[in-house]
């Protein structure tokens, strides 16, 4: 059993702390949301008042946050509060599992080694479903020694877990694998929608393309269309799962790696547009699999 702090409670974050109880460890967690806070006392988890309790004494901290900011904040701090490092007790294990800019994960694995800690950028794949079976893909940043030390903690909440390079690597290949799940999703709807209004059942040519050359993780586990995958966020109104503003999110922090790096990403530019599109038209909290009805051409149901 270890002491793990666990900072950021959301869709991700919740069960993915759930899981690290429920194997046996002594989690330790905060979040802004008390409701969140709660849940996890319920399931056997102890509550801090602040990240730095939570982080007092404990031998991992694991963090999900939503953005590359709130990262920088916590571990680094701002004109406002003092950063985690500078209250950290010991040298515990640092595991940031939130999806961000690969420089910032370089830069707050740089300021964690000049205090003689390890930070480890480790993004998940998988979404809500895999982080509630603990069943996630982690793809980690940052040495190897760190790595295998970090090895038994994930693989309480994750089933394939990746060691991508230096720290920073595991954000950018990341952010290559929701590129093309964007550009997967968008296509898979759009040939969906196709077959549709030319007579085709969905659950019938959703069948067909996941037994043809046309098959892909949109098809055989996450259908866009309602109905055909009983439970896919689509058949339950597009809520739960992955929200199109964070699938813009990494498609805009994959749009300025390319930038950086001169890499031509015509297809990934034309998925963010689209998935821009159908944000703007009222749909960004809706998982991502919603771009369905934009080629449906009407309006996503919407609570």
Not at 152 to 171: E, S, T, V, Y
Not at 179 to 205: F, H, Q, R, W, Y
Not at 211 to 232: C, D, F, I, R, T
């Amino acid at each position: 059993m270890m002491k793990i702090a666990f900072i950021g409670l959301g869709n991700m974050g919740s069960p993915m702390a759930t899981n690290l109880v429920k194997a046996g460890h002594a989690v330790r967690v905060f979040d802004l949301v008390e409701d969140a806070i709660q849940a996890l006392e319920s399931a056997g988890a102890t509550r801090a008042d602040s990240a730095a309790e939570a982080a007092a004494g404990v031998d991992a901290i694991v963090s999900m946050l939503p953005a590359g900011k709130h990262v920088r904040t916590l571990y680094l701090g701002d004109e406002n509060q003092p950063g985690l490092l500078d209250a950290l007790e010991g040298s515990p294990l640092i595991i940031d599992a939130s999806t961000i800019e690969p420089n910032v994960a370089k830069e707050v694995a740089a300021e964690a080694l000049a205090r003689g800690v390890v930070y480890l950028d480790a993004p998940v794949s998988g979404g809500v479903g895999g982080a509630q079976a603990g069943t996630l893909t982690f793809i980690v940043g940052g040495t190897r020694d760190g790595f295998e030390r970090a090895r038994p903690i994930l693989d309480d909440m994750g089933k394939n877990i990746f060691h991508a390079g230096d720290n920073g690597l595991g954000q950018v290949a990341k952010l290559c694998n929701n590129m093309l799940l964007a550009i997967l999703m968008s296509g898979t709807a759009e040939a969906l929608a196709l077959g549709v209004k030319n007579g085709l059942d969905p659950a019938v040519l959703s069948e067909i393309m996941q037994q043809s050359s046309g098959g892909n993780w949109a098809l055989n586990v996450y259908n866009p269309w309602p109905g055909v995958m009983e439970k896919a966020p689509a058949s339950n109104d597009y809520q739960g799962g992955f929200l199109t503003d964070l699938m813009i999110k990494d498609l805009g922090l994959a749009w300025e790696l390319a930038l950086d790096t001169k890499a031509t990403v015509p297809m990934g530019s034309q998925a963010r547009n689209l998935y821009t599109l159908h944000a703007s038209q009222g749909n960004g909290r809706l998982d991502f699999s919603s771009i369905q009805w934009l080629y449906r051409g009407e309006e996503a149901p919407r609570s």
